[in-house]
């Protein structure tokens, strides 16, 4: 499956307002995310998982592939790229440099999210 950056950025909204102490399971997360499918979300939370987005508990295996049972929260690595993609311009921004160079890893969207406030903040104080 190809990772969707949109679907990677709902997650970790809706990921967000969990109640401290609380969890969410994948078809709750799909009823918040109807535009996905439970398949999609489930794929997309690994994949956030496996980047240290998440904190989610994986314990249950369908045809030999992992499966997350509840998500916990964001660590501090997810807060910390949710935080530099929230805004609608900045996230915008990332994807369109990502498309224009034809990088898609969320690795790289994270750098370039961080490349794209540190031009904005650069750009607030008159330093670039």
């Known amino acids: 499956?190809?990772?969707?950056?949109?679907?990677?950025?709902?997650?970790?909204?809706v990921v967000e307002d969990i109640?401290?102490?609380?969890?969410?399971?994948i078809p709750t997360?799909?009823?918040?995310?109807?535009?996905?499918s439970e398949n999609e979300l489930q794929y997309h939370c690994l994949k956030l998982l496996e980047g240290?987005?998440?904190?989610?508990?994986?314990?249950?295996?369908?045809r030999s592939h992992k499966q997350i049972s509840k998500i916990n929260d964001l660590t501090y690595e997810g807060h910390q790229f949710l935080s530099d993609?929230?805004?609608?311009?900045?996230?915008?921004?990332?994807?369109e440099?990502?498309?224009?160079?034809?990088?898609e890893s969320l690795h790289a969207i994270k750098d370039i999210a961080v490349a794209t406030v540190t031009t904005l903040i650069q750009n607030k104080f008159g330093l670039s």
């Not at 109640?19 to 399971?25: R, S």
């Not at 240290?52 to 369908?62: E, P, S």
């Open 1 to 13: 499956m190809k990772l969707n950056l949109d679907c990677i950025r709902d997650i970790l909204i």
């Open 19 to 25: 109640e401290y102490g609380k969890d969410l399971t």
């Open 29 to 36: 997360l799909q009823q918040k995310l109807s535009n996905y």
């Open 52 to 62: 240290g987005f998440l904190d989610a508990t994986t314990n249950r295996y369908i």
């Open 85 to 95: 993609i929230r805004s609608d311009t900045t996230w915008n921004n990332t994807k």
């Open 97 to 103: 440099v990502a498309k224009s160079i034809g990088i």
